[in-house]
């Protein structure tokens, strides 16, 4: 079987006139763990159904285990585990039922996964669903995923208005299907330390661009966040190449940048500049610094334009 | 917004506009079609003695829809009925709450009477559409039918008033008597102070609708028996509601397990549930018409009460066909029925076919229940029977062969209608600005050549007019012509690109939608039905054996269409 689980190229998408994706490239290899995070409207969800089919590629492509999930919904979909952010399950089913029901699609369904998983976190199977709690129609809907054990398991802001204990329950069970199987799993959240523990690979979407693709790893040795301090006091932010966003006054001013510290303290020396502190950056700081600023300044414009 | 009720009714109007403009455009447009289909001129008065009927038809509809919007928007577990029940919360009065809405919607209603039957007023100079009188009998209709469906949502209190409601009508105390002008189509009351008296009902009406909405707002309800029948909120309600056996959901295979789903949601419960509902709503009009309307309709005609109620009953049985429901105003269908693991063809099949059953079933319950029941309960029960079978003349005195052909197109006949209702109904859920700005476009086009017809021929001179229009109804019978072949050509394309049917699945589908035309041409050509629609012209036949012939097949091609719409974008 290929390595690559899912092939996107080129996809671009528009709803009126936003451009809800522009010219999206992005991979899935197998055995990986995929984060997807942006902003709200960034493009994220609008990705994802893509992947599932639910939209159709206007322009670019998209490929699931090597097959159009458009022209071959069937088949595709049955390699599939998809938990959405609403956790869309019927409603009127019991929960025996919805796996019952799950079990007829998939050929790998795991009778005693699923079990052991309605065991874990407490599930009555003879309970309806729709007199659930939002937090076990999570539960629910995320063992109607991964008890087929699928080959790509897609989970749409699985955390999303979950209390911290179930959010753990959740993300065990997922890590669960990452280590023991080998699984590939693409999510999306906002909960970027979630990102940060899970993704072996991280893809940054703004407004619709990829803007940031990348393994964690590299992602961790690449960005820095570094203290400043200058001989002369700035009055305005020093421009430096490598710097993605920074903040402070005076003498004093931390900078989030890209590349090694050493060659950021010897660009910085040049302006009369060193480096008091370094450490890596972390996802959250990465994502406010290529991502927060723009929100920023298109808020900024907003309010002025309203004006 | 300078207030709350602005702010209700402006939230309103966004969410119904659509189903107003479609209405008028609608009710413009029959008025239009009929009149160039009966050569008008000389017969435009017979002509509009099906006006006021038509504009009444259109307004069920224009209330059905909205009226099941507005549910629809704001359903919720706890509480079904009232359309604006989310704002519950909202810093108003309960009085501006209820009153907001229930003039909103009659104030739509009214707009909808009146623009169209003042167009046809001013365009056909010596005939009279009566607005007014009309105006009142919907505005009746439409606050009464409201205030009874938001009082409660209790099954059984709602029950007790739309009886209560029945009652006051037919002893005339909700609605005056109406009288028609000799040699004209203009109506009007006997007594005008029934209209007062008709207001006067009305009002205490409302105050019920004020106390029972009051008590829903603060969580209360009258009785709790019965709070859960005729609370089909929920999908498979029904069989939550009645203690029926249910299947188990087999595992061997993805299309039955997707068939008992199906057959859960809209199966032989539902019809079961549809069937008796029907038979029961029928008893109860016919029992209290008979009891209470000794000068009133006659028994013998109201039997034929239950064709329109079973056609509701299908309606609500196959709307819910491709699973488009609204939440907060904006359809929705399932993401967990779009990633089902099953093609969409097949997914097509399992929903419609189990639907059109249910239909289907629902009817045979229906009538075999009534049929059961009515020599019990009225004495005069086979005089109704008589005037119902009176339909079914036209399958006595044929042999074999053609009774079962004339049987077999009137059922695909049927299940056609019914596929392509619940079609157009999703069409207009999920697109219902585009739907109504092109149902717009057709009075305004057909509007333009009527006029463009009276300038150049004048009404003076009916033989010229009629020949003129004989000519353009002529010609405009091939857009319908080439409207179903070419729309076809265009869906099977995108099916085909989207690989939803392969070559084979298309082959066989044009064969039975070819063996459908042959069985029509058939029929046509049969020496006693040659001068269908008593024109012996081969234009007028052969528009016959497409639209009839290739209607089936078009609405099974659209039903495939629109499942790859709405699962794929």
């Given at each position: 079987m290929s390595e690559l689980v899912v092939e996107v190229n080129n996809l671009s998408r528009s709803f009126g006139k936003t451009k809800a994706l522009d010219c999206v490239d992005f991979q899935a290899n197998r055995g990986k763990v995929y984060g997807l995070v942006g902003a709200n409207g960034a493009g994220k969800t609008t990705l994802i159904k893509h992947l599932l089919g639910l939209l159709r590629a206007k322009s670019g492509t998209v490929r699931i285990l090597g097959e159009d999930p458009v022209k071959k919904p069937a088949s595709v979909l049955k390699h599939i585990g998809y938990l959405s952010e609403d956790r869309d399950i019927p409603d009127w089913m019991s929960i025996d039922e919805l796996m019952r029901y799950t079990n007829a699609y998939h050929s790998g369904w795991d009778q005693s996964y699923a079990d052991e998983l309605l065991n874990t976190f407490s599930l009555?199977?003879?309970?309806?669903?729709?007199?659930?709690s939002r937090g076990m129609r999570a539960q629910v809907a995320l063992i109607s995923a991964v008890a087929h054990r699928p080959d790509l398991l897609i989970l749409d802001e699985p955390s999303s208005g979950l209390d911290a204990v179930v959010r753990k329950d959740i993300l065990n069970a997922v890590v669960r299907t990452i280590s023991e199987e080998g699984r590939t799993v693409i999510f999306s959240s906002h909960l970027l330390e979630e990102v940060e523990r899970l993704s072996d690979h991280v893809t940054m979407i703004h407004q619709g661009r990829v803007t940031l693709d990348s393994s964690l790893e590299m992602i961790n040795n690449n960005h820095h966040c570094s203290s400043i301090r200058f001989a002369e006091q700035q009055h305005t932010p020093p421009k430096l190449e490598s710097v993605v966003a920074i903040s402070g006054e005076g003498r004093f001013w931390s900078a989030i940048h890209e590349g090694s510290t050493d060659s950021f303290g010897n660009t910085l020396q040049k302006i009369g500049g060193e480096i008091v502190e370094s450490r890596h950056a972390t996802l959250e700081e990465v994502f406010v610094s290529k991502v927060g600023r723009e929100d920023l300044r298109e808020q900024t414009q907003t309010i002025e334009g309203a004006k | 917004m300078r207030s709350p009720s602005q702010a209700l009714a402006w939230s309103a109007f966004k969410l119904s506009w659509p189903v107003l403009l479609m209405q008028i455009a609608g009710v413009i447009s029959v008025f239009f079609l009929l009149d160039l289909a009966l050569d008008s001129g000389e017969d435009t008065l017979k002509l509009f003695e099906v006006a006021d009927g038509v504009i009444v038809i259109g307004l069920i509809f224009l209330y059905s829809v909205t009226l099941h919007k507005s549910h629809s928007i704001t359903r919720t577990s706890s509480a079904l009925g009232f359309p604006y029940r989310a704002e519950f919360s909202l810093p108003v009065s309960t009085f501006t709450l209820l009153l907001t809405p229930l003039l909103y919607i009659c104030a739509l209603i009214e707009v909808a009477v009146f623009v169209p039957g003042i167009i046809v007023n001013l365009f056909y100079f010596n005939v009279e559409v009566s607005v007014l009188p009309i105006g009142f009998i919907v505005f009746q209709f439409t606050i009464l039918t409201l205030m009874l469906t938001w009082w409660t949502n209790n099954g059984v209190a709602s029950a007790a008033g739309w009886f209560v409601a029945l009652v006051l009508y037919l002893n005339g105390l909700l609605m005056p008597d109406f009288v028609r002008i000799e040699n004209s189509w203009i109506v009007s009351a006997v007594n005008p102070v029934d209209y007062i008296v008709a207001l006067l009902f009305t009002a205490a009406i409302f105050g019920l609708a004020y106390f029972g909405v009051s008590q829903q707002r603060s969580g209360e309800t009258l009785i709790n028996f019965g709070n859960k029948i005729f609370n089909s909120a929920d999908l498979g309600a029904i069989r939550d509601i009645l203690p029926l056996p249910s299947a188990s959901c087999p595992t061997n295979s993805p299309m039955a397990a997707e068939f008992w789903k199906e057959r859960q949601l809209h199966g032989a419960y539902s019809a079961l549930f549809f069937g008796l509902a029907g038979a029961a709503m029928t008893l109860a009009i016919l029992a209290t018409i008979v009891f209470f309307a000794g000068n009133g309709p006659d028994p013998k005609n109201v039997g034929l009460l239950a064709l329109p109620l079973y056609g509701l009953m299908c309606v609500g049985l196959t709307i819910t066909m491709y699973g488009v429901r609204y939440k907060n105003g904006t359809p929705i269908v399932s993401l967990h029925d779009r990633t089902t693991p099953l093609s969409t063809a097949k997914l097509t099949l399992i929903r419609a076919s189990v639907s059109l059953s249910s239909a289907l079933l629902a009817g045979v319950i229906m009538y075999g229940s009534l049929w059961i029941l009515g020599p019990l309960l009225f004495s005069d029960f086979q005089s109704m029977q008589s005037e119902f079978l009176e339909i079914f003349t036209i399958f006595t005195g044929i042999g074999f062969v053609d009774l079962a052909l004339r049987i077999f197109l009137s059922l695909t006949a049927f299940l056609t209608a019914l596929l392509l209702l619940a079609t157009f109904f999703t069409g207009t859920m999920l697109h219902n600005r585009p739907f109504a700005i092109g149902i717009a476009f057709v009075p305004a086009y057909i509007f333009l050549w009527s006029i463009s017809l009276m300038g150049f021929y004048g009404s003076e001179n009916p033989e010229t007019y009629n020949q003129a229009i004989d000519t353009v109804f002529a010609n405009h019978l091939w857009i319908l012509v080439l409207l179903i072949p070419v729309s076809l050509v265009i869906m099977l394309r995108d099916l085909l690109q989207d690989q939803m049917l392969s070559q084979t699945q298309m082959l066989r589908l044009l064969t039975v939608g070819i063996v459908l035309a042959g069985l029509n041409l058939i029929w046509l050509f049969d020496a006693s039905h040659y001068d269908v629609l008593g024109r012996d012209i081969w234009l007028v036949q052969l528009s016959y054996l497409v639209v009839q012939g290739f209607l089936p097949l078009l609405a099974a091609v659209l039903a495939l269409w629109t499942s790859n719409r709405i699962r794929h974008g």
């Open positions: 009555d199977p003879a309970k309806k669903i729709k007199t659930l | -």
